[in-house]
């Protein structure tokens, strides 16, 4: 049986509960539960099978954990596929010499090259068959951009591919060292030392980061370290080749990529995975490096109280690690499917083998690890990803700062905060404690609430009014600060608030709650998306302390936090945040009114990506327009939800639903008494986009005019929104030729961004669009450096993945433009790789880019590989008349021209040009000079040199007001020439 993640959360508490019951009232408990189906009740009975018998493995029976998209497959038979491979197979020029070693997902084997080119080993992984089709797919091209790491720390994955047997291969480069923790106390390394070695693999996985790869399997057996002391991490991203998931990129299957002893958290009830996981990971390696005992104590749990402790408990303090009795050491001869430490720490004569393999006493090294070390493990240790470093970088440079004896970063946790996390431990099992306290009591405690939540209304609305006033106010005597009054800018003034809201308020806790969240949503609004969670936190925290569990506070925040998980490009773990909110929902007696109007918004967002899931989210839409228009017929969440629908319907290419949608979304929200300007300019920037995807150009214009003085005279020239919508507007002037007014839009806009060597989201992105612009007046050679510097920042932040290929594009486009073929193919490999991996294959981005990449590999002469990228949008079109269809016809058109297939390329290019004139969605206009050329050679080949000229003509005029006079396009070809020079 397969579990959603829904199903695994339900499940587990089951479980739990079981097994705090005398083993002789489990099955009778289990009998009394009538809300199991069999399938369900079979998993539970299993383990308490496997239970009974002692085995501190019995959780190995738990089924695979797969993503929500697919949770219907089956896995079973694929995963049993045979590996009857022996001695002397050979794997391309590589044969296979002896085993290294075997487990439950597969074998390594250590391989030698005798192909007669070159000498030399490698370690070949064969791994059990494919979950699914979209494993196979996701594991070549996820296999191509792992090999492309290449790092002196990092084992390199030389390559990968599948057996005719089913079975998965990789080929690593082959390392020949001792795992970490072997290695430093061989040579009894001191805590100085293991802290440089340490370093090292903080390094390879800040490239590895900075590369948008995640490792999610960091162990001492992952990390070898060769005897002159470099460290190598294997198996680096191994765990992302082989997941089975077509929603997200991090997922988990217990008992396969996962090692319990040094999984995170996320990775185990299934939220999101990101760079923090890694730095979990380190932490606990760390942990057992520097102590030689585990953070938990892993010898006496069991596999699922492991579980448990790693969710729930705090970890140990590093100093006094080693002095716990029973806690067990991590350690390389960890399997993958066991952990088997078996070291009792609190022996004398452990504790003092422990300490010279370290050089030193067990008094000097307990401290050694106190003070400073015990802060930086605490922090990496955090159950919250964060609450942890930042990046792996951080956490290096804590380590650094440490071994400098310079203060560090991290700060110990006070009381108030450890008293916080027992509320955020343990607030499933608070919650279903006050639902039955609240149906005991008859809803007096709730009734209560009510009528002081009446009463305080008016007085925490005049306070509210009277903070924020005096927020910006520059004689405001209640802030300190170092500069004159009069001289603090507004975003020095927000965060001095922000912080004051608690001092300020802390015996008003619904005062507070209001302006944090109201603070929390300007951040977002200045794509301050850090302060913006750490304000949403501090949020959280209050509602635990001060409100009931079913309280409308509580049920927002559950909300506000599947709106965050649910709204990033791979909502991992939203199936996860949208049950909660719903149980939360459903137990408050909530389901007819606007917080359920709110769930069915967010679930919209996560069931779109789903078979049928066009059909489902538009139900969910109106669902909770409907509930919307009955409970806050004049609210902004109407506005919203109808902005949602209009999206919708812009993701499917119905534009004029969507049009008329955001058009009622604008006229509801301008008939409101006080108007959400950001809001109302993204609705607007929205409709600008769906009007010129309509080629409603004039309109879209007038739209995006519209928006833009609109936010001149509210956010000002400095405002990201203001930036974005120049940005488009300025687009769509260069779509519809209008050269000039674009490049006057973009002298008005680029003097008021951030300097560019300044990481900005917005700023980045109207860059790009400034370059692009520069590529099209034939300043290729500008845009390059401009696109290089917002690269740097991209790859410095792992969330900017959407828009670093967006960049990739235009870098390709700008890098074959001068002729630098190899950085061109290198770019546009790369987004399309990164973009297949990630979207459906017939999404207008992947078919844009495929026809990027086949034109530079024609430019480059290799027609064959041209060729297979145009047939794959063309076999993607269905049906639709898309231009970068249009396009791959005229790819396809260029190609049997080049190959003297003169009626294919007739063919070919009538029908380019045709759907062309019918197209629909996204378009250029200096598309149409490219199909028009493209036809053109296709009738100079057939010696019909007479019409090619007049069609170059056309195409020629045409480019003249799209492309700047230094763009080859602008230059007029004569076809008589053009065809002798083919023949």
Known sequence: ?????????????????????????????????????????????????????????????LPDFPSAMESGNHRATERASSLDVAAGERFGPWRLDRLLGSGGMGQVWLALRDDGRFDGRAAVKLVRGFASETTRRRFDVEGKLLARLEHP???????????????????????????????????????????????????ALSYAHANLIVHRDIKPS??????????????????????DNASSELTMEVGAALTPSYASPEQIDGRPIGVSTDVYSLGVLLFALLAGASPYDVTRLTRLQLVRAVLEVPPLRLSTASRTRANGTLSSTDSDAADTGVLDAGDEATLQRVARLRST?????????????????????????????????????????????QPIRARADSVTYRAAKFVRRNWIAVTAAAAVGMATAGGVTATLWQAQQVKAEAARANTITEFLIGVFSANDTRIANEKPRGQMTARELLDVSAERIERDFADYPDTQHDLLGYFAEIYGGLSEDKRYDELRERQRVLIAKHYPPLSVPAIEWSLQRANRVCGVAVPVGCDVALHLADELIRRAGKDDSALRADWLRHKARFVQGQPNGSTQREAALRGAIALLEKHEPRGRRLVTAIADLGIAYSDELEYPKAIAQYRRALQLGQSLPSQNVNEAATIYSNLGLAHSSSSQFDEAIDVLQTASALMTKTGGATDPTHWSLLQQLAQVYQRTGQREKAMQVFAELLPNLPPAATAHREADRARNAYADALIYEGRASEAIPILEEIERHYLANVQYEFLLRSLRWSMGWAYQAVGRFDDANRSLKLALDEAVAREKPESQMVLALRESYGNLLFEMGDIDSAAKEFSEIVARANGRKLSHVALGHGGLARVAAARRDIAVALAESDTALSIWANKTGFSNGRMEPRLQRMRADALAAAGLIDEAQAMEDRAWQTSQRFDGPSNPTTQRRVMKLVSANKR
């Open 153 to 203: 720390n990092i084992a390199r994955l030389i390559d990968a591919g599948e057996r005719n047997g089913g079975a998965a291969y990789l080929i690593l480069e082959y390392v020949d060292g001792l795992p970490i923790d072997r290695w430093a106390d061989e040579r009894r390394l001191s805590v100085q030392e293991r802290l440089k070695l340490f370093l090292q693999i903080c390094t």
């Open 1 to 61: 049986m397969q579990l959603t993640p829904i199903q695994f959360s339900r499940l587990s508490r089951l479980i739990n509960e079981a097994l705090d019951k005398p083993e002789s009232k489990r099955s009778e408990w289990l009998a009394s539960i009538a809300d199991i189906d069999a399938a369900e009740r079979s998993v539970v009975e299993r383990v308490f099978s496997e239970a009974s018998g002692g085995s501190a493995e019995f959780t190995l029976a």
């Open 222 to 243: 992952n990390i070898l370290v060769q005897d002159d002391g470099q460290v190598k991490l294997l198996d680096f991203g191994v765990a992302k080749l082989l997941e």
């Open 361 to 405: 006493t067990p008094e000097r090294l307990q401290r050694a690890l106190r003070g400073d070390l015990d802060v930086i493990l605490a922090q990496s240790l955090k159950k919250l990803p964060s609450e942890r470093y930042a990046s792996v970088q951080a956490f290096a440079d804590d380590i650094e700062r440490y071994l400098n004896h």
